[in-house]
Structure formats: structure tokens, C-alpha cells
């Protein structure tokens, strides 16, 4: 029995059957639910005009949404950056031979990943003061927040990733002289990435809409522009809180995508063997017998 047949097998008509009357059901469900949740909001005249009619005006988006836009990408950009850089560092930290680098990278890593962000968020920006006696804005508070969580659950991520590829690689690499720290950036690390990507995505999601904790110190970021502040002076929270949402789909979307078209680009990459053509002339241009072996066309 070959493993594909032991790993899945293809449904039969009573398996295809079942199967079509679980998704109508569920289909219906979804339906029914949706329905319901638009009833409820229309039962509380949310539905009314005046409440969206602010969305097709310039002045909103250009005034509270885009602006709270550009705050939230700016924060996640930056806290991206410096997430996957503190994630690489101290996925070689706890992966050392010294305890005393091992051991502290570890006690950082699981400190930072035990304290919620929207504590942590806090503390620098009314806390980190007191000590460096200089103030923080609310963008850094916000960026440090975000790269100390995110790069401490992205550190463990590297971890395992390296951990997971074969300890052959690794010894072969030693063998022709290579130093670990090579071994570490050259042969390991890119094939970690490579193989922890969808985890990887998942916190840089996970990271853009934690950005949204930055209303604890006033940071502007889109739901605090386009929610709070948008709602204050028109009254429409729910209807801001839907257009937020779909905002927030959009650009996760899309950054899931990249993630899948970079990850596609990646393995094609990685499994190109490069064409060797012999020097004219040589004994290896033309096979044994002196006969010549004719290209495939088109």
C-alpha cells in the first residue's frame, strides 16, 4: 500500500454525500447567523443612512481614517523590523554553547513573552521615564512594546525552526571548515525561515492589529482615529468599528499574500538547478561512441 493511500483516502459516494449535506447545513447556519446579526443592527437603526453617509465624504477619510492608517503601518512596519531582528538574535543566543549567553537570552525571552503587551505598553510610556529621565513618545512606547513581545514569541519560532532541520546539514557544513556562526546565517537560518513562514506571518499579523493597544498612551493609530475620534463627531460607532474592521481584513489580507507569493518565490528558487553547459571540445560534450544528442526544441 503506498503512503498516499495510507495518509488519505479519496471519499467514496456515500463519503461525497455526506459531506455535500454538512456543507448545505452549514451553509444555512452561516446564513441564518448573518441574518440574525443584521436584524439585531437594524432593530437598533443602524442601518440608518446619516450613520454612513460620512464614509463618502473626503474630509473623513482624509481628516481620521487615513491618517490613523499611516500611524498603524508606520508602528507595524517598524515594529516588524525589529521584531525579526530581535527574534534572530536571541534564537542564536539560546541556541549557544555558553551558558552565560544561553542562559540570559532564555530568562529574556520568557520574561517578555509572560507580560501582556498592553502592560508592557504601559510601563514604557509612564514607567521607562522615571528611569532614563527622558520622556517617551507614544510611537516608540508602542514600537518597543510590540518588538519585545513579538520578538520573543518570533525567537522561539527561529528556534524550533533551526532545530528542525537535519543534523546532517550541520555536520557537513563543519566538515569543510565552516565556523557556527556561519553554519547559523548560511545554512540553517534561511532554511528555518523557509520552513516557519506561515508561523512567522501569523505573529506579524498578529503584530499589526496589536497596534490598536496604542490607545492606552494616545497613539494614534486607525482604530483610535478611525473609531474613537471618527465616532465623537458623528455618533456612528458601530458603522465606524465595520469599515475599521474591513480595513484591518484588507491589509492583513494582502500581507498574507505577500507572504505566500515570497514563500512560492522562495521554493522555486531554492530547487532551480542551474544548467552546466561543457566547454567545446571536451571528452564529456558528446556521449560515449562519438554520437551527438540533439536539444529538445521548443
Given at each position: 500500500m503506498s503512503t498516499s493511500s495510507v495518509l488519505y483516502d479519496h471519499p467514496?459516494?456515500?463519503?461525497?454525500?455526506?459531506?455535500?449535506?454538512?456543507?448545505?447545513?452549514?451553509?444555512?447556519?452561516?446564513?441564518?447567523?448573518?441574518?440574525?446579526?443584521?436584524?439585531?443592527?437594524?432593530?437598533?437603526?443602524?442601518?440608518?443612512?446619516?450613520?454612513?453617509?460620512?464614509?463618502?465624504?473626503?474630509?473623513?477619510?482624509?481628516?481620521?481614517?487615513?491618517?490613523?492608517l499611516w500611524a498603524t503601518l508606520k508602528a507595524a512596519s517598524v515594529g516588524m523590523l525589529l521584531s525579526l531582528a530581535f527574534g534572530i538574535v536571541f534564537a542564536f543566543g539560546r541556541l549557544s554553547d555558553h551558558w552565560w549567553i544561553r542562559v540570559p537570552a532564555g530568562a529574556v525571552v520568557e520574561f517578555f513573552?509572560?507580560?501582556?503587551?498592553?502592560?508592557?505598553?504601559?510601563?514604557?510610556?509612564?514607567?521607562?521615564?522615571?528611569?532614563?529621565k527622558q520622556p517617551v513618545t507614544a510611537f516608540w512606547a508602542v514600537v518597543i512594546g510590540l518588538t519585545l513581545y513579538n520578538g520573543s514569541v518570533l525567537a522561539e519560532a527561529f528556534r524550533a525552526g533551526i532545530r528542525a532541520v537535519p543534523g546532517g546539514q550541520s555536520e557537513a557544513a563543519y566538515a569543510i571548515g565552516m565556523r557556527k556562526n556561519q553554519v547559523m546565517r548560511i545554512i540553517l537560518l534561511p532554511q528555518a525561515a523557509r520552513a516557519m513562514l506561515p508561523i512567522i506571518v501569523s505573529q506579524l499579523v498578529v503584530l499589526l492589529k496589536d497596534t490598536a493597544l496604542g490607545y492606552i498612551v494616545a497613539y494614534p493609530e486607525l482604530?483610535?482615529?478611525?473609531?474613537?475620534?471618527?465616532?465623537?463627531?458623528?455618533?456612528?460607532?458601530?458603522?465606524?468599528?465595520?469599515?475599521?474592521?474591513?480595513?484591518?481584513?484588507?491589509?492583513?489580507?494582502?500581507?498574507?499574500?505577500?507572504?505566500?507569493?515570497?514563500?512560492?518565490?522562495?521554493?522555486?528558487?531554492?530547487?532551480?538547478v542551474p544548467r552546466q553547459t561543457a566547454p567545446s571540445g571536451s571528452a564529456d560534450s558528446t556521449p560515449e561512441g562519438g554520437a551527438t544528442v540533439a536539444e529538445p526544441q521548443g
Open positions: 467514496g459516494p456515500r463519503a461525497r454525500a455526506r459531506n455535500t449535506v454538512l456543507s448545505v447545513i452549514f451553509g444555512i447556519g452561516l446564513l441564518a447567523l448573518l441574518y440574525w446579526i443584521y436584524s439585531k443592527f437594524d432593530e437598533a437603526n443602524q442601518w440608518e443612512a446619516w450613520l454612513w453617509k460620512p464614509f463618502t465624504q473626503s474630509t473623513t477619510w482624509t481628516q481620521f481614517i487615513l491618517p490613523g513573552r509572560a507580560v501582556p503587551l498592553l502592560l508592557m505598553i504601559f510601563f514604557i510610556f509612564y514607567g521607562l521615564p522615571w528611569i532614563i482604530l483610535q482615529r478611525g473609531v474613537n475620534d471618527l465616532a465623537a463627531n458623528y455618533g456612528n460607532i458601530i458603522p465606524a468599528a465595520m469599515v475599521m474592521a474591513v480595513i484591518y481584513i484588507i491589509i492583513n489580507s494582502l500581507l498574507t499574500w505577500f507572504a505566500g507569493w515570497l514563500d512560492q518565490r522562495s521554493r522555486v528558487r531554492a530547487f532551480r
